[in-house]
């Protein structure tokens, strides 16, 4: 393999540290660049590239410094490509800055010679096996790894999963391999397979080709996978890194904090996890009520995490029980993951009766199976809120006996916030709509309970929506006078919003009161990091997954302690199968139980069986395999430029006239033919952002000479075993939080 000094190139542009962040990305946008050095006084600080810009748009008011990506690690010219790739994997960054030795023996300096990233390194080692789709590329495994080359699903993926091999190893009944796959950067495929809000599916390039409501079933196939190793009492053991004697404290055991525990076990730190409430699990085990998922299978993805060796406290409120100051004193770091727990109720008169009571509680309390003192069996309900949480609150009244279940919200039908799918389920078992109204006062009867709810109309007319998000611009809202009504009911849940509810002194809050941390999760107090819904706001599991993924990875760079793993990432190449009879098969979604049955907390997805899934699966194009053209056979006859539908590829043939509007920038051949072809110099060039994978190309080809291959760099050091008992706790009854 060739040196670093064969892809080098010039150092890219610098912004300063103290740069605002959306003046960076506008710099990004208007120069072209895909990175700037964060550069103070001669010193590459850190890098500022398009992972970084998604950040900003957030909320960019912040410095580079805060979002940068650091340490640029430097590597002598003369090291081999790998050298490079390795150092990449290890500090997840896209650029290596090149030295080379200057001056006398004794005082050699290393002066900077100029940059690679990952694009130049991943071409050439792509040009040294087999894939040369550079377009492709991007990080995925363990969040922080290369995988080459990656699909679009992989890139919107936020723990940048590698479906398109997961998806691919369910076409052929390697549902074991698939789910390992899955596990590579997913611990919590359970509840993802099934409440994943999706976004590699919204980028599926099934759906760019049938349509976006045809994209490929991701979720639901990483579901089948899963359901597959449970029946099969598997589960998986990794490979630790020797112990490196540092300590980090995690507080929260929600998705963030758990996935944190699981890589920083992994990397050899000692953890203790505290949680407040009596089980592990965030909001999964505390709040998502238990009809949507299966309990058993999450407790055995805890399990897993919990066998790495983290050391569980429960039942311990840290602010309160346990100040924050001692967790920084006793340990090298601290990780807040306390999410948003609590809900928000409006102060509007008679928001303090007993029967009234925030969504999220009434939820928190329903996940120990226990019922509300208060909850109405056989009476009316009214949920205020028109959002998913909403959703699930109404749905559990309605399994928990209440008669009547209203859902009240300021938006019209059309532009809830709820998932469309769950309103539709929530609808078939008796939920009732009371759109376009705002909450106005809880009523009481005359011994003090609740008796009604009372609501006034808005002006549907003026209201306005963010045209980005689709969420209501609050300050549109106009009440529409005399309009006021009551709906009759004994309790009331308010749907209407989370706060965070951790309190100590030491946390540096934002102006949303949220914990201020930077998108590595560094907070200004040092050695404390936060991540997951207390920095985000209300966000998504897959989200909070990938926090705690990037806050071990910053965790374990400032600490530095991690002793690599013994093994080197293992490169396959596979020849994948052609699935283009799938054009036939249309999107299916999993089955649930029919309304009658589904009046408990039951789950109510039903499983698909191996046809179904199989089906779903073929539909996927795999576009993580890419042209390989034997270039000592190709004749540049030009036959795949000519056939190829999408106009994705070009074979440009020196002194020949021929179309390249094909905007193909990735070399898949370069060749010279014989005396007997003309002595022909040429090349081919594709446009992965054109081509569907549909392999006409390959079946016109002559001489044969394309072939489709995937090369993955798996991740070696899981090792599946059979299941022993499960030993987490199970959800506990009668122990919730007072
Ligand atoms: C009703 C509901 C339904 C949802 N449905 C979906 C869905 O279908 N799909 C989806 O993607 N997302 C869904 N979400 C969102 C998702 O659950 C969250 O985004 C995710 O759980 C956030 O993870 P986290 O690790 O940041 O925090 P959390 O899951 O909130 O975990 C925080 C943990 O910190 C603990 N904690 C807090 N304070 C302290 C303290 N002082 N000391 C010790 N421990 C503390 C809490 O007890 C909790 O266990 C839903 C949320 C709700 C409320
Ligand atoms: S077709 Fe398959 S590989 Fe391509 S984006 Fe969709 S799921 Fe991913
Ligand atoms: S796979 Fe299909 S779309 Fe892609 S280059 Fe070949 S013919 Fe064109
Ligand atoms: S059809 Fe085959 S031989 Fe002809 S240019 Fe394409 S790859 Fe080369």
Known sequence: MPTLS?????LAQTCAPDLSAREAVRQLQTTGADLLLVEQNGTVLGVFGHREAVAVYADGSAPVRQYMRHPVPGRNAADSMEAGAEVMVREDTPVVILTEEEGPLFSKTSRSVGMVTAFEILEEIGHTTTDTAANKIFFGRKDLGLNIPVSPCQRACPIHQDIATYVDYVSQGRYLDSWLVIHETNPFPS???????????????RGWVQGPENAVSIKSLKRFATDYAWARKVKIE?????????????????????TAAQDLRLMGYTVDLYER?????????????????????????????????????????????????KLLDDYDSAFLSVGMMKGRILPVPGSDLPEVISAMEFLRVRSYDIVPDDFPKGDDVVVIGGGAVATDAAQTSIKTGAKNVWMCSIEPQDRLPAFGNELVEAREIGLKLHTGVI????KADAQGHVNGVEFIRV??????????????????????PGTEHVIPCKYAIFASGQIMDFEDQLTPLSPRKLIAADTSGKTTVPKLFAGGDCVQGPSFIVDAVAWGHRVARSINE????????????????????????ADYYGREEPPILPAAKRMDMTPVELPWNDEQAITAALRCFQCDTVHHVDESVCILCGACDDVCPEKALDVIVEGEERDTSSGGFVKICETVLGEEFGGKRGRIMVNYDRCTNCRICEDHCPVNCITFQRVRMPDDTMRMIPLTAVSAPPPQVGAARG
């Open 6 to 10: 064969k892809v080098l190139r010039e």
């Open 191 to 205: 509840i993802l397979g099934r409440l994943c809000n999706h976004p590699c599916e919204t980028d599926c390039k």
């Open 238 to 258: 990794y490979q630790r890194a020797p112990e490196n004697g540092k300590r980090v404290a995690i507080v929260g055991s929600g998705p963030a904090g758990l």
């Open 277 to 325: 409430e009596a089980k592990l699990g965030g909001l999964l085990s505390a709040s998502v009520p238990h009809f949507r998922f299966e309990m058993d299978q999450l407790l055995w993805e805890i399990q897993m995490i919990i066998d790495t060796g983290v050391n569980v406290h429960l039942n311990v409120n840290v602010g309160k029980d346990l100040p924050l100051q």
């Open 439 to 442: 909450v106005n006062a809880i």
């Open 459 to 480: 002006d549907a007319g003026k209201l306005e929506f963010d045209p980005e998000s689709g969420k209501l611009l609050i300050n549109t809202v106009q009440k529409v």
């Open 558 to 581: 400032t600490l530095g302690a991690a002793v690599p793993r013994d093994a080197k990432p293992l490169t396959i190449i596979e020849t994948t199968d052609d699935h283009r009879e």
